[in-house]
Each structure stands twice: as C-alpha cells, then as structure tokens.
C-alpha cells in the first residue's frame, strides 16, 4: 500500500507555488505521480491512474498554433506561431528542432541590397533567435513557452525592422488570428513543407536542414491566411487570392493562377485534390477545378465563397463545399455537393445539392469552420456552437440534428482562434466519429442514422491565456496513427493511446 503525504493536496501545491492541479498533474513523471496518489485519489479532479495510462507523452511547444500533427515515419511535424517548425520524436516525445522560416529568413539578395546598413541589427536579433530556438530543443521541456514568448518578442522586433526597410514586402499588416503558421505541414516521405501567412514556404528534411525557402508576398486579407499547402505531384500548392505553386524539389514559383478572390471575398479554406476521368484535379472552395501541372482554370463553378473556412471534402464520387462560414440573407444554402463528372468538360452541369440549413438560428448555431465528414453515404457538419447536422447525400434530407453536449466545459467564444467553439473537423477513426471541442473534450459518437455516444473524453489541464486561466484549447485536427491519436493542443502536443 502506498503511503499518501500527511498535508493535504491543497497545502502542498500551496506551498510549491502551485495555483492550478493540472499544471502539476501534466508535468510530473509517473513516479512522482504514484509516490503522491493512490489511484482513484478523491482529492483530485481527475483520476490519475486513468490519465497515465492513456496519455503515453505530452510535449510542451514553444508557442500556440492552429496547426494539425502529422506523422511521418518516426517524426511527428507542428507548426507554431509564428514561422516555426517543430520536429518531435513519435516514439518518446522529445523535441528534437525548432526551425523558424520568416521573411527574413527568406530575404533575398536584392532584399539585402536595400538599406544595408539596417540589416546588421536585424542579423544580430536573429542570432539571439536562433539560438533560443536551440535552447527550446536542449534545454528542460518545461521551459519550451516561456523561451518561445522571448523568442516571439525578437522575431516581433525583426518584422518591425524589416517593414521599415521594404514596407510592401515585409510589413505585416494583418498578425493572422492565432498566429503566421496555422497551417498544418505536409510531407511527401522525404521532406516536410511549411508555409505561413506572410507567404513564405519553405522545405525541410527530417534532421532540420533547410532545403529551400521562398516568399511570395502577396496582398493580405482580414484575419490573415490559415490554409495548409497541397502537395500534388512535383507542386506544393497555396491559396493567397490566387494558387501559387511551388516546384517541391527547388523551391521555385511554378505557376500562379488568376485572381480567383474579389470584393469582400474572403478564403481561409484549404484546396483539396480529386481525381476526374483518371485526371487529379485541385478543387476551390468555390467548386472550381484547377490543372496543377499548369495552374489553368479547367472547370468554372463559382459557387458563393464568402468567409469560407472548410475544406472542400470528397468521397463516394461527390465532393462537398462549405461555402459560407456564417450563413445569412444572401447565402442561406452555405452546404453544396455534387457528382463529380466521368469526365473533364466545362459545360457539364452536374446536379448541385443544397440541403435546407436553419441560416436564421445563426445566434444559436454560430458559424461552420470544421469541415465536413463524408461516410457510408452521410454528410456529417458540426456547427462553431456544437450543434451537429447528418444529411442523406442522396436524397437531401436531414437525418437528425443533434445539439453536442460539452457539459462544463462550454465551448468558448470570442478570442480567436480559441475562443471560437468548435473549429476541429469531425474525424473518422477505428469505426468511431471524434468531435473535439475547443475546450479540450472530445466526442465519441458511431456513424449511422441515429446518433449514439460512445464516450466523452476531457484532457482537463488549465493554464493562464492572455488575461485568465481556463482550460487549454483544441482546434487542430487529431492525427491517427496505428492505436495512437496525436493532437496539438494549445501548449502542448499530446500522444494518446496504449502503451
């Protein structure tokens, strides 16, 4: 039997200077954990034997990002505000690099020519950078945030420095909500690719050398971009009012598309692939269909794009859209899917569907930012607000509308991009639906016609954001990998599943 401490939880974590349980629960190695609590332990609000046995590693990041995980051979890739890279072990956890791609990483020659003498104290901040982001790999993981707030504040410092010097291609005129790298990573086998809203992207083998690095400066939006780069073929591609692409082995501009935004339009959508009469296609969020090779606009759709933040998602032969994230007056049909044709022609009309969508309960719904599921012939749309829709994709007809139960912790609304409910796509996963929201808890609900909830699951760490404490945000997407779910929450990158 073990032997609990004589003071209680309270007066001990008082006395470490300790306010919140979960900052001591998440950080304390297993030993300490059983020398302290008996399993089942009242005194905390999670059962601890519990918690150790399903999170197999938690690493702290150096900063928050909307980023997804990806897990490439042994490696598991994040991105972090602003213009990081990070490079975790998928076997132990630890964080092997941090590597920084901004745009004064990517400056140029001709860059440099301009006001050369500016660029000395920009270099000498970029040392300082530099050698943060090694101490962030070295040092103890405990320390990776507050390194990576200091490490914020000199890259700040760099981009004031640098608009000075060129304002048209430097200046940051919109510090995209949640950070320059929301985006999630992709890699081909060999390498990884990272982009972020300034328009640089740049290419990274699996030790942290850097390949190649370009940036395109490109008119900024509201609210900045947040798109995650498609890999087709030999380009890696990205929306910035226009698709550009990158020749993935040099790093050059291949070809940049015509402006597909106008007016108030505003994309913060990623493209997807599909493959038409054997031909793989890029598909916009407006149901347009591009030739990556070239960039050539191949098929016109343009449906409504207004806000439009998921997506497009195909299976079965049908590729859906998401075109307004808040539905209204002048879009009241936001949710569109169509066959997709046997053949490449532009004056083939498939069938578009536009199921019926309470646009007026908006207030009570929020807006769509997750995108779609597609499964067994049901459309799965889960609401900011954390109400779910299933659609019959054949017939149209809504199946059921099912309001999520997050229970305490409710879904947070205002600072973005953690304060804006549910933004984490539902995912299908080992016959199982995964519904996370943005406050740490995560639906398990089976796919089918009537809905059945298998489980709720809370990762209840709590830590200071901005001006109070509150639980640590989930908006990215969880990334399976065998039995092992990775997931990049806002401080910290878990791995869960059995040891």
């Excluded at 971009?225 to 692409?245: F, Q, R, S």
């Excluded at 009241?332 to 069938?351: A, F, M, T, V, W």
Aim: some cysteine; aromatic content about 10%; hydrophobic content about 35%.
């Amino acid at each position: 039997m073990i032997k609990r401490p004589s003071s209680s939880l309270a007066d001990r974590l008082r006395k470490a200077g300790i306010r919140h349980y979960d900052k001591l629960i998440h950080d304390q190695p297993k030993r300490w954990l059983i020398k302290n609590f008996s399993q089942g332990a009242d005194e905390y609000p999670v059962n601890v034997a519990r918690l150790m046995r399903n999170i197999i590693w938690q690493t702290q990041m150096p900063a928050y990002s909307a980023s997804s995980a990806i897990v490439v051979d042994e490696y598991v890739f994040t991105a972090s505000k602003h213009y990081d890279l990070v490079c975790v072990s998928k076997k132990t956890g630890k964080l092997l690099w941090v590597r920084t791609s901004s745009p004064y990483d990517a400056a140029t020659k001709e860059d440099r020519a301009k006001q050369p003498g500016s660029w000395k104290a920009i270099d000498r901040l970029a040392t300082q950078r530099d050698a943060l982001n090694r101490k962030i790999a070295s040092g103890p993981n405990s320390d990776a945030y507050t390194l990576g707030k200091k490490k914020d504040k000199i890259q700040t410092e760099m981009d004031k420095l640098l608009a000075k010097i060129d304002p048209t291609r430097f200046k940051v005129r919109w510090r995209a909500d949640g950070g320059m790298a929301n985006g999630t990573p992709v890699s081909g086998g060999k390498n990884v690719y990272v982009w972020n809203a300034m328009g640089v992207m740049a290419c990274y083998d699996f030790k942290g050398k850097r390949k190649w690095i370009n940036h395109q400066a490109r008119k900024h939006q509201e609210h900045g971009y947040h798109a995650t780069p498609l890999l087709i073929g030999d380009k890696v591609i990205i929306p910035m009012k226009t698709y550009l692409a990158f020749d993935k082995n040099s790093g050059e501009l291949a070809w940049e598309s015509e402006v597909f935004q106008s007016g108030n339009d505003l994309w913060y959508s990623s493209a997807a692939s599909v493959k038409v009469g054997g031909k793989t296609c890029l598909v916009a969020a407006d149901g347009s269909l591009y030739d990556p090779a070239t960039g050539k606009l191949i098929v016109k759709r343009r449906f409504p794009a207004y806000k439009a933040n998921a997506t497009p998602v195909t299976n079965d032969g049908y590729v859906c859209f998401i075109g307004s994230s808040y539905p209204n007056k002048w879009d009241k049909k936001p949710i569109r899917y169509y066959k997709l044709p046997k053949r490449i022609d532009n004056s083939l009309k498939p069938e578009v569907h536009t199921p019926t969508y309470p646009w007026d309960e908006k207030v009570g719904l929020g807006g769509i930012t997750a995108s779609p599921l597609f499964h067994d012939g049901l459309l799965y749309i889960v609401t900011s607000r954390g109400t779910l829709f299933v659609y019959d994709v054949k017939t149209d007809e809504l199946v059921y509308r099912q309001k999520l139960e997050f229970d305490d912790a409710k879904l947070l609304h205002g600072h973005r991009p953690y304060g804006c409910g549910v933004m984490s796509s539902p995912t299908l996963a080992g016959g199982n639906i995964y519904i996370m929201g943005n406050t740490s808890v995560t639906l398990v609900i089976k796919p089918g016609r009537k809905f059945k909830l298998v489980s709720r699951n809370v990762m209840a760490r709590e830590f200071t954001y901005t001006y109070r404490n509150r639980r640590e945000g989930m908006v990215s997407c969880p990334f399976f990998d065998g039995n092992r779910i990775y997931i990049r929450g806002q401080k910290h990158l878990y791995c869960i599943g059995k040891k």
